[in-house]
């Protein structure tokens, strides 16, 4: 009759103990499970959501020449980007993803020689061929940046972070920006360059572009507030944000 008792009770309890089971993983992951979601995983995604957004692949240094290619200056006209962030003598900014430096060494001239640039990028491959561009250049005001997917490792703070194609592909973009704004001077900027979403003439695959809407909402997540949008560049937005001041 125990035995029997002892049968009849752990098949009761039975679905009570799988319950807790299952949920268990999703109280030990805590924010970090309700911050994201996993859903259908597209050719060019990870599968891994973000308010809504699935993100993208992020492009390895084998596509380097891409980042060179003689048509950029016209499709991404880095003269309007560089006259549009407004950089002043001496500001100490960073070129996060800079890949081969093609807006690094543009933004080393606008901040002159008292001025630094942190080229920050998660591959060293990518650091080393930064290494080769600056120097080809004799420019010496651009020190690169081995950083990580969940923070750039900036070693000093900065006035501006400019990311140019590629916050979209920040495998933790909530975690990314949370160490960028940790970083950022008192009413430091942060700048995002995406290919427009809401353009499908754009010939960019719908994963890497951007609408500014969802810009938006992802940084109501952090401590920035929206300064202006501008609609210049022939494909791309120009998305500005300040540090909000600390309360």
């Not at 900014?93 to 020689?113: K, Q």
């Not at 973009?173 to 704004?181: S, T």
């Amino acid at each position: 009759m125990n035995l029997l008792r002892l049968f009849l009770l752990l098949l009761l309890a039975a679905p009570f103990l799988a319950t807790a089971q299952t949920a268990a993983p999703a109280s030990d992951t805590g924010a970090a499970t309700s911050r994201y979601q996993t859903g259908q995983r597209t050719r060019d995604g990870l599968g891994k959501y973000y308010f809504g957004r699935e993100i993208a692949h992020y492009m390895t240094h084998h596509g380097a020449p891409w980042l060179e290619r003689a048509e950029r200056e016209q499709e991404e006209r880095p003269d309007l980007v560089l006259k549009a962030l407004k950089l002043q003598s001496g500001d100490v900014v960073a070129d996060l993803g800079c890949g081969t430096g093609y807006f690094s060494w543009r933004m080393a001239e606008a901040v002159g020689e008292k001025g630094l640039v942190y080229g920050v990028e998660i591959q060293k491959e990518m650091l080393a061929l930064l290494d080769q561009q600056m120097k080809r250049r004799g420019v010496r005001n651009v020190k690169g940046v081995h950083g990580t997917t969940n923070d750039p490792k900036l070693p000093a703070p900065v006035d501006l972070v400019l990311m140019v194609d590629v916050y979209h592909e920040f495998d933790q973009p909530f975690e990314m920006m949370e160490a960028i704004c940790k970083q950022l001077k008192p009413g430091g900027r942060v700048v995002f360059i995406e290919y427009r979403g809401e353009d499908p003439t754009v010939p960019i695959k719908p994963l890497h572009k951007m609408t500014e809407a969802q810009v938006k909402k992802e940084m109501t997540a952090l401590p920035l507030e929206h300064v202006e949008t501008l609609k210049t560049l022939p494909r791309q937005h120009l998305i500005i944000f300040r540090k909000k001041a600390a309360r």
